[in-house]
């Protein structure tokens, strides 16, 4: 059975780093590309970043670009998201989620249940 | 950027009843990739379509997916008290990925 695990959500005042990251289990993990997603009452959600496979590309969403930096360690199974100069727009539930490809990316096939990352003075 | 609007923003139904969820796109999407997730209070969301119209693993035959091009519909047949959830599409093209703002299915 497939499980990810997401921590290090916290509460971080604005311009702060934090690292978050996803145990994954139940499944190969260096056969897929996985995501983070992130979540928020007002805007939904939204697609935060992505890495394939090998870590060898990776893709980040507008709103975070130059700020975020997505990352895996296949020999751990974990998937990580460096979050630099937060902004208060960053506060949001974040999942960690499982491509059902190791490339590109395609849709979301399993999810976790999510890290909470509250950004404010 | 592709840009999902799901119609309508909530519709009541009762148990039994047939519901039909829209999802329509700002400009086409490859391939027909879009997908379907379900997400309940508390709960992450969960896959039910993907590729427009085939259902994830263990989903049940009520749930159907339907469209391209730009207009996509989610079905689902006969409501059960457990469909009472709300629902997103996903486009994901290129390297980009965007949802839909959701549509809430409560009981009337």
């Known amino acids: 059975e497939v499980h990810l695990v997401e921590s290090g959500g916290v509460a971080v005042q604005p311009g702060g780093s934090l690292r978050l990251s996803c145990a994954a289990s139940g499944f190969t993990f260096d056969d897929y590309a996985m995501h983070w997603v992130r979540q928020t009452p007002g805007k939904g959600l939204e697609w935060v970043s992505l890495i394939t496979w090998d870590g060898g590309s990776t893709y980040y969403a507008d709103s975070v670009k130059g700020r975020f930096t997505i990352s895996r360690d296949n020999s751990k199974n974990s998937l990580y998201l460096q979050m630099n100069s937060l902004r208060a727009e960053d506060t949001a539930l974040y999942y960690c989620?499982?491509?059902?490809?190791?490339?590109?990316?395609?849709?979301?096939?399993?999810w976790g249940q999510g890290t909470l990352v509250t950004v404010s003075s | 950027e592709i840009v999902l609007t799901q119609s309508p923003g909530t519709l009541s139904l009762s148990p039994g009843e047939r519901a039909t969820l829209s999802c329509r796109a700002s400009q086409s999407v490859s391939s027909s990739y879009l997908a379907w997730y379900q997400q309940k209070p508390g709960q992450a969301p969960r896959l039910l379509i993907y590729?427009?119209?085939n259902r994830a693993t263990g989903i049940p035959d009520r749930f159907s997916g339907s469209g391209s091009g730009t207009d996509f519909t989610l079905t689902i047949s006969r409501l059960e008290p457990e469909d009472f959830a709300v629902y997103y599409c996903?486009?994901?093209?290129?390297?980009?990925?965007?949802f839909g703002q959701g549509t809430k299915l409560e009981i009337k």
């Open positions: 590729g427009a119209s």
């Open positions: 989620a499982k491509d059902n490809g190791s490339g590109y990316g395609t849709y979301f096939d399993y």
């Open positions: 996903q486009q994901y093209g290129s390297s980009l990925f965007t």
